[in-house]
């Protein structure tokens, strides 16, 4: 069973940066391909970062440059580095597990960009 906490959601000024941080908690964390989602209010979740266990990253065209996901191991955390941001990054930030076939959801931080 593996359990995901995220923190470091605020609220901040157009231009400003967050770090969001996800604890996984439980086995096999190397072996996890972990993502981070947003969901906007009336929108759907959507990837924002992804992290492989090779540490190979990929972002989407909306966030490239701006964000970056990092893992450690050792502490079985991921961040997500958010630099440059917009209003339109507003929304609950999401981490995501995959691991062993399953799916696993962290319970989400909320981050307000203000204009």
């Known amino acids: 069973q593996v359990q995901l906490v995220e923190s470091g959601g605020g609220v901040v000024h157009t231009g400003g940066s967050l770090r969001l941080s996800c604890e996984y908690s439980?086995?096999?964390?190397?072996?996890?391909?972990m993502r981070w989602y947003r969901q906007a209010p009336g929108e759907q979740r959507e990837v924002v970062a992804i992290?492989?266990?090779?540490?190979?990253?990929n972002y989407p065209d909306s966030v490239k440059g701006r964000f970056t996901i990092a893992s450690d191991n050792a502490k079985s955390m991921v961040y997500l580095q958010m630099n440059g941001l917009k209003p339109e990054d507003t929304g609950v930030y999401y981490c995501?597990?995959?691991?062993?076939?399953?799916?696993?959801w962290g319970q989400g931080t909320q981050v307000t960009v203000s204009s």
């Open positions: 439980g086995s096999f964390f190397s072996n996890a391909i």
């Open positions: 995501k597990a995959m691991v062993s076939g399953r799916t696993y």
């Open positions: 992290i492989l266990s090779s540490g190979s990253t």
